[in-house]
């Protein structure tokens, strides 16, 4: 399966990801314990690591850093305290493959390795909507804030004799119920092949672990923080189309390939899977542990880094400066609209899921 790359913001520049993305840790912060938990009770480390003492773990979409970096050592922490526990003499050996495209910053990824590390590391590049790895060679899959990206634009939304074509807007949000739908059948071709390779590549009773935007189910997605923020990038391009700085067919022939699915949704897809048991599945706050008020320039640098490089290649990084600068003001223009969106909100989905 062909997928579509679309990299976060390379090396370590104002803009780049490596810089902007504490809103994105925090989010793992925010679920750290329920994944210290779920090793605990749940992770035969003693089992999968019989015949060769070793634990084979991959980050799937690990951008970067220096998340995935954290988010790893915690992972392996609590694997060696449940060893522990367990009165283990002889400690596993730890295999990581951290994995992105192609296209994504290797090099700064690996120049940023910690030093006094406890893992041997690997970089698989290519898209994890296909196989990456051997037969049963891993024990342990974690993907943070990687799936919500579709392989691709929904094909209907660019036919302009269509039903789902998305004249006007970059998502589905607001959309019509085409469009919902063109959005939702995707991400479930997608979700399909990406639990079929991981079927392939998990050990039986190995454990994937998936952090990623959801919604609860008849919830109004549209009112969540993060699809306010997409939509004040929507109106922003909007205006550049009235100003000339952008031209209305370039708009009408642009969609972002992001979709937060129900917890319904992705309940039906792994059961129709029938490879993974659910062993664990919530919706949880993702800035739960964020103690400060939110800083509205910093959360626009956080977008520029994530969705930057998808602008650039559709638009020209001649209109990037000018859009952010127009997001901006549409954060202090309609504050009241965003601020009501920052309270407790669960729209992180945390699912713990056992290879059978």
Partial sequence: MEAKAFPMNSGDGAYSYTKNSYYQRAASYAVKEMLEEAIAEKFDVTSLSSSSNTIRIADLGCSVGPNTFITM???IESMERKCHSQDRT????????FNDHASNDF???FSSLPPGRHYFAAGVPGSFHGRLFPKSSLHFVHSSYALHWLSKVP???LDKSSPAWNKGRIHCKNASEQVANAYANQFAKDMEVFLVARADEIAVGGMMVVIMPAHPEGDRPSQSMARVALDFIEQSFVDMVKVGSI???ELDSFNLPLYSPSLKEMTQLVQSNGCFSIESMELTDPLSKIVCPLNIRALVMHLRAALEGIFTKHFGSEIIDELF????DKFAELSSRFESCCGQQDTQLFLVLKRK
Avoid: G, I, K, V
Wanted: no cysteine; glycine share 0%; charged share 25%.
């Fill in 73 to 75: 050592q915690n992972l």
């Fill in 107 to 109: 090099n700064t990824l």
């Fill in 90 to 97: 002889n400690m596993p050996e730890f295999h990581l493959f």
């Fill in 155 to 157: 094909e209907d939304l």
């Fill in 325 to 328: 600068e127009r997001t901006l």
């Fill in 247 to 249: 031209s209305e067919a």
